[in-house]
């Protein structure tokens, strides 16, 4: 579904590229952590795939057409949707509104069914009395189930996640986790998350590991 | 239209922030709109002034023209030199009556008689029984009697009745009905004094010719200010012994060769700003070596001047407050902006067109802007009126200083000479008259559609420049520097 093809990216001096020529393949149904240190890279490599900045070398591919000529905004709208590590949800606007709002916006099918919505909010544990209320009188663990309920309200195929978990407890950490295998066996997407936590990285179906520049794929 | 309704949620989630913006867009909106209503106005009180202040133009003996003549005469002649006036004919006032832009027209006509049946009024200063010329006036062997006489076609016409310093209190006063009549209109003191009343007899004495005994039917009393009073001057007989009579009569009283002549003829002129034109026209039908044509718009001039120093101040404060108010928005627009990158940042991820963003917060200045016209459209009336009525009296003052101390066109004054009255009747003593006028000018502020219209248009024009330069940062803006970092 996703590849790179020989991608590059550093920020200021080519010769100190904080990955280059990365090759891999990532699948729908499938779910895959990136694991690694802080300062390695990951989270710059997550936002190329999630269409949020441009490679400097190399090629990005959905579906083998490369988002060059798909269009960030296109990509980002229709392909990949992104779960944040500080959620970054409306916070002028109820779990419901956040749903309805990102279902307008990337024109997903079930844009304006509220009742749809309420419900794939409910499948997360946010019951219609949590769906109405404002985000910030959410707690963690509720206002990150939130932001996966947006992205399995969205119909893109790929999901990216950057430290999901980062904010949370051992038991939120736990559900959030199972919802991301759940989006990716059951909703059959692609699930690529971000983590430093070997926990986490240990529940995908598949571990890549970001050092000296290159990926290593954990078996 | 989905960024409408994030807008709609914004405004209504973020209700103290939005009650401040809508507080500063009304202060804003509301000088605005103090300034719109204080120009319309002013415009309307030009408007207003033409129609009601007016203007005239006056048909004389040309003065300048007699006085060359005279002092040629003197150098050939040994003898002491005389003035000859030729008086107004009838037939040339008519021919310009007849241009456009003349609503009506007063024939003045002044001599004197002397009292028969009843007693003068004599004061103490005054010189009883003197002539009748007055200041702008010259003595006329022919015009000694003791009452004044001034003939009109109407006394409602006459400058002293319509500037208010004479009105009538008893009966009726002189109108086009009264022509060749002996009808007469008297002063309350002279009536009081001898007991006299609307539906009397009086005689009087021609002062001149046959000296005939002529009866005359008092038809109406009038009361003389003292401003009037005072202005007839130090050679003038007491006020009160002045009557009005038809134009026809005092003719008759200074002999047969005044029939179908007066001492000058006023046209008003509906339309001040025409007075020029029509006296251009006028002087194409008379003979000018005999006649002047003297014009007086300063009452039309003085309403224009302050109106539109009234005018101008209100454009000032419209834009200065329409520049300093987008300023203003537009630096709390930035600010707002700023502290929503997260935001922006997350409608940029989901693939939201930075249009549509942009879109978001026009809408939302919008509703706040819709707010602040409601309340600027009930505050700016009061700000107009305190603003404009300080601004009026001002600006006034400010008029009348200047046109006292560089000279009201005043004119010459009636023609003096034979019979004819000075001073009382020339356009000097009707500047005065205008002047009060135009400081009894207001300005009457009020809120039409068309200023809410065009208040509805500033909002607009303000908020989307406001918008636009705050909106510089968004569309520069990379969502992965706002959510990755």
Redesign the interface.
């Known amino acids: 579904m996703l590849k790179t093809q020989g991608l590059g990216y550093w920020y200021q001096d080519k010769d100190q590229p904080l990955f280059q020529d990365i090759n891999l393949e990532f699948e729908v149904g499938q779910s895959y952590a990136i694991l690694g240190h802080s300062g390695t890279g990951k989270?710059?490599f997550?936002?190329l795939i999630?269409g949020?900045?441009k490679p400097k070398a190399g090629d990005i591919l959905l579906d083998d057409r490369s988002l060059k000529k798909i269009g960030l905004?296109?990509?980002?709208?229709?392909d990949v949707s992104?779960v944040?590590q500080a959620y970054?949800?409306?916070?002028?606007?109820s779990p419901l509104?956040n749903l309805l709002?990102?279902m307008?916006?990337?024109g997903a099918e079930h844009a304006g069914d509220k009742d749809f919505a309420l419900k794939t909010l409910n499948d997360l544990g946010i019951g219609a009395d949590l769906a109405t209320r404002?985000v910030q009188h959410l707690s963690g663990g509720q206002q990150q189930r939130v932001a996966i309920a947006r992205t399995m309200a969205c119909d893109a195929q790929l999901v990216v996640a950057?430290e999901p978990t980062g904010n949370l407890d051992e038991d939120n950490t736990k559900g959030v986790i199972e919802q991301f295998q759940r989006i990716a066996h059951d909703r059959q997407k692609c699930v690529i998350i971000v983590t430093h936590e070997p926990d986490v990285a240990s529940q995908c179906d598949h571990q890549y590991r970001l050092e000296n520049k290159q990926f290593t794929e954990l078996v | 239209m989905n960024f409408f309704k994030r807008a709609w949620l914004n405004v209504w989630a973020k209700k103290g922030r939005s009650v401040l913006l809508i507080l500063v867009s009304s202060a804003i909106l509301m000088f605005v709109l103090a300034g719109l209503l204080i120009r319309s106005a002013a415009v309307k009180a030009t408007d207003q002034a033409k129609a009601n202040v007016g203007a005239t133009v006056t048909l004389s003996a040309n003065r300048q023209a007699a006085f060359k003549k005279m002092q040629n005469s003197s150098r050939s002649k040994s003898s002491r030199p005389k003035m000859t006036l030729t008086p107004v004919k009838l037939s040339d006032a008519t021919k310009i009556t007849k241009l456009s832009n003349i609503s009506s027209y007063n024939v003045t006509s002044s001599t004197s008689v002397n009292a028969k049946s009843y007693d003068t009024v004599s004061t103490s200063s005054g010189l009883s029984g003197g002539n009748s010329g007055g200041p702008g006036g010259m003595k006329s062997s022919t015009s000694t009697g003791d009452t004044q006489i001034d003939g009109v076609t109407s006394t409602s016409l006459a400058t002293d009745f319509s500037s208010k310093q004479s009105k009538i209190t008893k009966g009726r006063g002189i109108t086009a009905a009264d022509k060749n009549t002996n009808h007469v209109v008297i002063e309350k003191d002279l009536a009081s004094q001898n007991n006299l009343t609307v539906g009397d007899t009086i005689t009087v004495k021609e002062a001149t010719g046959s000296k005939d005994k002529v009866k005359l039917k008092i038809v109406g009393i009038y009361k003389a200010s003292s401003t009037s009073s005072s202005s007839a001057g130090p050679m003038s007989t007491d006020p009160a012994n002045t009557m009005y009579t038809s134009y026809t009569l005092a003719n008759t009283f200074k002999g047969t060769k005044y029939a179908g002549t007066a001492d000058s003829v006023t046209f008003n002129v509906s339309n001040p700003a025409k007075v020029s034109s029509v006296k251009t026209a006028g002087k194409k039908l008379i003979n000018t070596s005999k006649y002047a044509l003297s014009t007086d718009d300063s009452s039309y001039q003085t309403v224009k001047a302050s109106m539109s120093n009234v005018e101008s101040f209100a454009n000032k404060i419209v834009w200065l407050v329409a520049i300093a108010g987008t300023i203003i928005l537009a630096l709390i627009v930035i600010l707002m902006i700023r502290e929503r990158r997260f935001e922006i940042g997350v409608l940029l991820s989901l693939g939201e067109a930075r249009w549509k963003i942009v879109a978001q917060f026009f809408a939302e200045m919008l509703m706040v802007i819709v707010v602040a016209v409601a309340i600027a459209g009930v505050g700016g009336k009061f700000v107009g009126s305190q603003l404009g009525s300080q601004l009026v009296s001002q600006s006034t003052t400010t008029t009348q200083t200047t046109t006292s101390s560089t000279g009201q066109p005043g004119g010459s004054g009636a023609p003096g000479g034979s019979g004819m009255k000075g001073g009382n009747g020339g356009p000097g003593n009707m500047s005065q008259s205008a002047n009060s006028k135009a400081a009894k000018t207001e300005l009457d502020v009020s809120v039409s559609a068309v200023n809410l219209a065009e208040l509805g248009g500033f909002g607009l024009a303000i908020t989307f420049l406001s918008i636009m330069i705050a909106s510089g940062g968004i569309l520069r803006l990379e969502p992965k520097k706002v959510l990755i970092s």
């Open positions: 989270t710059t997550l936002s999630a949020l900045d905004t296109n990509y980002r709208r229709h992104i944040f970054n949800l409306f916070t002028y606007m509104n709002t990102a307008a916006i990337t404002n950057d």
